[in-house]
């Protein structure tokens, strides 16, 4: 079974990896501490994982790993006793990463701790002091207004110590070294679109991919905090980099606007080209935008030291959506048939990068015999002359110069058709695949 005919072949996975964000949603996740290993855990029952932990206060390029947090509870609680804000209702309740505190404070103080959202009274906002030793508690502007007490008790039972920063990584085998890098973060607690969905689309992009068998390339999945995520991966890897020809970060794959493409730094690497290739023959409405130094890890990887080629798909773009980091952001939010479509689409993206081979035609000099060789009995389905056609233009444009993917832009044909093109001819030893 050729790739394209395994890729149809997918089933409906929807379903499933909304259980997998169910399963995970109620896990308080930050960039250090027990939440992202919990989540590990978890992903490691589906996929193989291997897990790196790097100890606090290790230089990272031009950073340091931070002290591990852990959090139990917190709560704002009338001198009675009621607790009227409670970390167990939601995990957004806290500030991500607060110091710990436990005592009886004065409204007016209280309020230079507390965090929501005006224009939105009903949401509660996810706020985080990862690199500022603070406390504090985010709510709804409704739960705000309704703290008219002279005095609350507060805590947060949490801990900020020397740990580790855990993050993991799996490697799907390629026929060759050279990597497709796939990053998502894993730092944020309830939240579902940013970025839950993207958790669960890269596990079972990883699962659909071993089941395809080796691709061209080997394809690297990473699973990593924020920011100090990638920038702890890229500097404990540094000499492997160099592998790492495409790249995508995944975001916000569960929402149901139109797919959003963000460029690599440069803007025309073979990535980008794919990628707009791939959302135009999806025939779904999309649009490409130019790369900006604001988002995700992609930053770090294009920085001009490692300038790696790395995109990023989403659908509603990180930050312009109002649930973006506010506990609208929750299951309801996103639906099992985006995350299909979206693992769908990357499962797309992954494939053509990999087939988008170079050959050399072996015999240019006019066209060659080829009902001799036995290639038009090899020509089966119903579209017989798409199938010639495209065995022309391949050996028209084997030049060692156009890849498959400018063959069928030139040609107006499939991808697809031309990639099995391309495969048969090099079968009758018509063509050689150039190197990498």
């Known amino acids: 079974m050729s790739t394209s005919d395994k890729q149809a072949a997918v ?7 909304y259980a997998l964000m169910r399963e995970l949603y109620p896990i308080c996740r930050s960039i250090t501490g027990n939440g992202v290993r919990q989540t590990l855990e978890i992903l490691g029952r589906q996929v193989p994982l291997r897990v790196t932990e790097v100890p606090s206060g290790t230089e990272v390029l031009d950073w340091t790993v931070p002290k591990e947090w852990n959090i139990r509870g917190g709560w704002i609680a009338t001198v009675g006793g009621d607790r009227v804000i409670d970390f167990a209702k939601s995990n957004l309740h806290v500030l991500n990463y607060s110091t710990s505190v436990n005592r009886r404070i004065s409204r007016a103080e209280l309020e230079e701790h507390l965090y929501s959202i005006p224009e939105q009274p009903d949401w509660v906002p996810y706020r985080t002091s990862y690199y500022a030793e603070r406390w504090g508690f985010c709510l709804s502007q409704k739960q705000r207004d309704a703290l008219t007490d002279p005095e609350y008790d507060i805590c947060v039972d949490s801990t900020l110590e020397a740990g580790h920063l855990t993050y993991a990584e799996c490697v799907i085998k390629g026929r060759t070294e ?15 679109n940013d970025n839950l969905s993207g958790i669960a689309v890269a596990t079972f992009l990883i699962k659909q991919l071993q089941a395809l068998g080796p ?3 080997t394809v690297r999945v990473l699973f990593i905090p924020g920011t100090i995520g990638s920038i702890c991966w890229l500097s404990q890897n540094r000499a492997g980099v160099s592998l790492i020809k495409h790249g995508l970060s995944l975001v916000c794959l569960g929402d149901g606007q139109p797919f959003t493409y963000k460029r690599t730094l440069h803007g025309d690497r073979e990535v980008d080209r794919v990628m707009a290739y791939v959302l135009s023959a999806s025939g779904q409405p999309h ?13 770090q990887f294009n920085s001009p030291g490692f300038g790696l080629p790395v995109g990023s798909i989403m659908r509603a773009e990180h930050g312009q959506f109002p649930e973006y980091h506010t506990s609208a952001d929750n299951l309801a939010f996103v639906a099992p048939q985006h995350l299909e479509q ?28 080829l009902g001799k060789r036995g290639v038009y009995k090899a020509l089966g389905g ?3 002359k798409d199938h010639q056609l495209a065995i022309f233009w391949v050996l028209a444009l084997s030049d060692g110069e156009h890849g498959l993917l400018q063959i069928a832009q030139r040609s107006g044909l499939p991808f697809t058709l031309i990639r099995d093109a391309a495969r048969l001819l090099h079968q009758q030893e018509l063509l050689a695949e150039e190197p990498s």
Request: net charge negative; glycine share 4%.
């Open 11 to 17: 089933p409906a996975l929807g379903t499933e990896m």
């Open 178 to 192: 050279d990597e497709i890098l796939l990053a998502t973060h894993i730092c944020h607690p309830s939240l579902c």
């Open 215 to 217: 691709l061209h390339y």
């Open 287 to 299: 649009k490409v935008i130019d790369y900006f130094p604001y988002g995700y890890d992609e930053r």
């Open 342 to 369: 979206s693992l769908e689409l990357c499962l797309a993206v992954v494939n053509t990068l990999s087939d988008n081979r170079r050959y050399r035609n072996l015999r240019p000099y006019g066209e060659p015999q």
């Open 382 to 384: 119903a579209h017989i």
